[in-house]
């Protein structure tokens, strides 16, 4: 007998009647597939998370993370209890299940856990009685019994790693978009809808930006074969699929554009030369667990340099402290911050085959007159740091060039 999980999203279960209608759906695919086993994992409603942290924050100015994973988890409870009690009355046998009864465990990083285990035992349970399992997405249970929550998005992870416990079928990720697109539809109305995805371009694609998954259900789905699809609710249609990159059936060079609005840099002048001075920073903000992204070293004379950085903005001030203690000790000139930096992306396996990618992304950009400060490459993907008011402007000149003018011909398999 096969077992599916379905995720939907918070726009899916946005109000009581979308709640409704999303029971409607599960009813159907059961109807049509009477005898599946299937999870159903579902997110906050629309908005619901934001609400709370703002109360969080309205509250006290910094919330304490364990008090504030406590809150958090029940905008996820709310909507699983209401999505079961919709398919009751419906007539499907279901029950909502908060991740405690489920048994997700996760460590101890409140507000950006990471499951360690999922124990299957109650799933099972309910499942071989015939019933949906209704699990809160985005929640765990730490080895102390406190709640905590995965980060932003992170109903996605819950869904395949249950998927993954479960050796399912399929995961199918419904939310309020038809797929996964060569960009994101709401900034670039032209955005191309993607058929396929090998795990590699969209493990890039969402850790540069595109939230239509979380990277870290992708990285889940590509170490234990989960077959994952990205689809409407309220559009149907096959979605995207996420694939193995030898099983893609054309390699594009260029598969998305991805943008992160939410970046900022500082820069470090006149530090003496040697890699003493990168320890000494770089080291510091590895100590306040404050990631580092980009990094470029400029004005290199025979004894120094001015050193750039970035770091999502919302930690920049705290950075900027960071950088600023180092001052005095490296005997450099100073530090300061900018913020208002978007980071740009171009991503595609096929820039593993051909050469010129990066020079074409400058002359776009320089068409544009849009400045870039900083660079950034991995084997399939470009990024670029540029201001953020030009941010989107970028994604759609970069998009036009790249993917609505690309030529026929795709890179050989
Ligand atoms: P959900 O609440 O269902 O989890 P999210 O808001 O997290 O939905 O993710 C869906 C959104 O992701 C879409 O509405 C879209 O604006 C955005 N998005 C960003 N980049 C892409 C992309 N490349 N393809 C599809 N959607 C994208
Ligand atoms: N409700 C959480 C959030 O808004 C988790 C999710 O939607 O996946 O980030
Ligand atoms: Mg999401």
């Not at 906050?44 to 910094?62: D, Q, Y």
Request: net charge negative; hydrophobic share 40%.
């Amino acid at each position: 007998m096969a077992t599916v999980v379905k995720k939907f999203g918070g726009t899916s279960v946005g109000d009581v009647q979308r709640i409704k209608n999303v029971a409607a759906l599960v009813k159907d695919f059961l109807d049509k597939q009477p005898g599946t086993r299937l999870v159903v994992v579902a997110s906050a409603m629309a908005g619901e998370t934001n609400r709370l942290i703002a109360l969080a924050k309205s509250c006290v100015p910094s919330p304490d993370p364990r008090e504030l994973d406590a809150l958090l988890a029940t905008g996820e409870e709310t909507s699983i209890a209401l999505l079961a009690m919709a398919l009751i009355e419906q007539g499907v046998p279901a029950v909502s299940l908060t991740a405690e009864q489920v048994g997700i465990s996760t460590d101890t990083r409140h507000n950006n856990a990471q499951i360690t285990e999922i124990k299957s035992q109650r799933l099972e349970q309910v499942l071989s009685k015939g019933k949906v399992a209704v699990v809160a997405g985005f929640q765990g249970v730490d080895g102390d019994g406190n709640v905590t929550t995965l980060g932003r998005g992170g109903s996605d992870i819950t869904a395949v790693a249950i998927a993954a416990e479960l050796k399912a079928d399929a995961c199918y990720i419904y939310t309020d978009v038809e797929g996964v697109f060569s960009t994101d539809p709401r900034i670039c109305p032209r955005a191309q809808y993607l058929k396929e995805v090998s795990h590699e371009e969209m493990l890039e694609m969402a850790s540069l930006g595109a939230k239509v998954l979380h990277p870290r259900s992708v990285y889940f789905a590509m170490r234990y074969e989960v077959p994952l699809v990205v689809l409407s609710t309220f559009n149907p249609g096959p979605g995207t699929w996420i694939i193995k990159e030898e099983k893609l059936m054309e390699k594009p060079l260029v598969t998305g554009i991805t943008y992160r609005m939410d970046e900022a840099k500082i820069t470090v002048n006149k530090v003496p030369g040697g890699s003493k001075p990168l320890d000494l920073i770089f080291g510091r903000l590895a100590e306040h667990g404050i990631l580092v992204d980009m990094i470029t070293q400029s004005g290199v004379s025979k004894d120094s340099y001015d050193l750039s950085f970035t770091v999502p903005d919302e930690v920049s001030g705290q950075a900027l402290e960071i950088a600023q203690q180092c001052v005095p000790e490296l005997e450099a000139e100073g530090a300061h911050l900018e913020r208002d930096i978007a980071k740009i992306s171009v991503v595609g396996v096929g820039m593993r085959y051909h050469t010129g990618v990066a020079a074409k992304m400058f002359s776009v950009l320089a068409e544009e007159n849009i400045d870039v400060q900083m660079i950034g490459t991995s084997e399939i993907k470009i990024s670029v740091a540029v201001p953020r008011k030009y941010g989107e402007v970028a994604v759609r000149a970069l998009h036009e060039k790249f993917i609505e003018m690309r030529p026929e011909v795709s890179v050989e398999k």
